[in-house]
């Protein structure tokens, strides 16, 4: 039982060591990338859901049409 815990804290220790040493490996995107990457997620979000929008408003003409006629 003793020796189990011991591994385990073993375990924890290695696991955070080798986390760290992969993070200084990381290229992190610098803050002009990362607004530049925002505004486009942003923009194309937009046009997107304007898309939807309006296929949204289209279908529903078509279906109050529809049941108009009947």
């Not at 923009?43 to 279908?59: K, M, N, R, T």
Request: proline share 3%; aromatic share 12%.
């Amino acid at each position: 039982m003793a020796e189990e815990k011991k591994t385990v804290k073993k375990d924890r220790g290695r696991w955070f060591r080798e986390m760290r040493s992969e993070l200084k490996k990381v290229v992190w995107p610098t803050p002009k990338k990362v607004a530049a990457n925002t505004g486009t997620v942003i923009l194309y979000s937009a046009i997107v859901g304007a898309c939807i929008w309006v296929f949204d408003g289209v279908a529903a003409l078509f279906i109050r049409t529809l049941l108009n006629l009947f």
